[in-house]
């Protein structure tokens, strides 16, 4: 028989595994021994932490970033071909989810290799449940362009997107941009536009707020390098 692909969750900081995620997790973990990873060294740091007695010799852990050769990669799931599982371990969050990994379960779906998700925190749906916007209907736009006329051009078509087809627009930057990205919806978007900031999301400096935009000038919070998810709605 064929061996599984499992999608195994994360943290999304320094936060012990297990106050934020399933047991079924930390058993999955103690019973596989290949994983595709996007960063070896976090990655064996993690694995040890949620299951300190499982032998990191033993673990076998293919690259999955940047460098990774693409035809090897392509090879990643022979051995679910000879029986063996084989975990796609996330950075931070969930696998596939504004994370590496969707070629990884793509082949796994051609090559007829059954795929599992575990249940983990997800920074996207967490911050999108706990907006308090349209939850039966929103969008995850990614990174908006960084060029600053495309940018606002960008942010005003989500506006009116999240207007006309009542949707909520989800989007996130990189951690450094954060107070740049929040001072330009501030200046771009319609006082009366809801914006929703979530960041650093089940950690202890959690922060999550919507408000109005025209009351998020009085309001605005350090984001400095910390993950945040934006969420706009009019």
């Not at 990873?37 to 740091?45: D, L, T």
């Not at 852990?61 to 599982?85: I, S």
Request: aromatic share 6%; glycine share 4%; proline share 7%.
């Amino acid at each position: 028989m064929k061996g599984k692909l499992y999608l195994i969750p994360t943290t999304l900081g320094e936060r012990e595994p297990l106050e934020v995620m399933p047991l079924s997790v930390k058993k999955i973990i103690e019973q596989v021994d290949y994983y595709i990873v996007e960063n070896q060294k976090s990655a064996r740091r993690f694995i040890k932490k949620i299951s300190p007695k499982k032998s990191q010799p033993d673990l076998q852990l293919m690259p999955l970033d940047k460098y990774a050769d693409e035809q090897e990669t392509l090879r990643y799931l022979d051995v679910c071909e000879r029986g063996n599982n084989v975990g796609l371990l996330s950075e931070a969050g969930v696998p596939a989810i504004a994370d590496p990994g969707a070629s990884i379960v793509a082949l796994a779906h051609q090559k007829g290799i059954q795929v599992v998700p575990l249940v983990g925190p997800s920074s996207i749906l967490l911050a999108m449940m706990s907006s308090g916007m349209n939850g039966q209907n929103f969008a995850f736009n990614g990174y908006l362009p960084i060029e600053k006329s495309d940018r606002k051009k960008a942010v005003k078509q989500l506006e009116r997107l999240s207007k006309e087809r009542n949707q909520a627009q989800i989007f996130i930057e990189t951690p450094y941009r954060n107070d740049k990205m929040l001072s330009e919806l501030l200046s771009s978007l319609t006082p009366t536009t809801r914006l929703c900031v979530a960041c650093d999301i089940t950690l202890p400096t959690e922060f999550i707020k919507t408000m109005e935009v025209k009351d998020w000038k009085s309001n605005r919070p350090n984001l400095h390098k910390r993950p945040t998810i934006f969420i706009i709605q009019k």
